[in-house]
């Protein structure tokens, strides 16, 4: 076990073992729900979309790893300038073999994993929103809404009541009219508590 060790924190393998180490620790705590495995964004770049890219980075790193570690061992015992000059050159290819990897095991992956979900105006529906415009009537009107993932959109928005409704009011959608592409409001009063 000493052997390896001493293997995994040598020139070249070592640059690619304490990422290594990150990559566990996330996966460990992914494990335990302390964090969420779609925290990034999928990435559509070197053919790794569709994917989570902690799942495209994590592959990559542990084939790079295994390939470094080949590296490694094949320069041991080899003269100092040998190891830096092969090392950096077979650091090189093992990431690359990294890549080129993960590109084929994420082939087939792809057809598992979930799609994300269809961003939709009908997400809006439920939200309370800030009128922008300085009034809001059947006709006409503006509101900014905030929705789940803390993005902001001004919208087109319309009441039914006669409540007034002026800029900076809040009030909650309660529908969406396909047809006329705004959505219905009324007011609310936040102030309010029980």
Do not use: N
Not at 44 to 52: C, Y
Not at 140 to 154: L, R, W, Y
């Amino acid at each position: 076990m000493g052997e390896f060790v001493d293997t995994a924190l040598s020139f070249p393998v070592v640059v690619l073992t304490f990422a290594l180490v990150v990559v566990v620790l996330f996966w460990l705590l992914v494990l335990f729900g302390v964090s969420d495995m779609d925290a990034i964004e999928p990435v559509d770049a070197l053919g790794f979309g569709g994917v989570p890219a902690t799942v495209a980075g994590s592959l990559t790193i542990a084939f790079s790893w295994f390939a470094s570690l080949v590296v490694t061992v094949m320069l041991d015992g080899l003269d100092p300038t040998i190891v830096v000059v092969g090392g950096i050159v077979g650091l090189a290819i093992a990431v690359v073999i990294g890549l080129l990897l993960t590109r084929l095991i994420l082939i087939p992956l792809r057809k598992v994993m979930p799609d994300a979900p269809v961003a939709s105006r009908h997400d809006f529906v439920g939200l309370v929103c800030v009128v922008r415009t300085q009034r809001v009537d059947a006709t006409f009107g503006q509101a900014e809404v905030t929705s789940a993932d803390g993005s902001s959109a001004i919208v087109q928005v319309r009441q039914a009541g006669d409540d007034p409704l002026s800029a900076g009011r809040t009030a909650v959608i309660y529908d969406y009219d396909t047809a006329g592409e705004f959505f219905w409001i009324s007011p609310v009063d936040l102030s309010t508590r029980d």
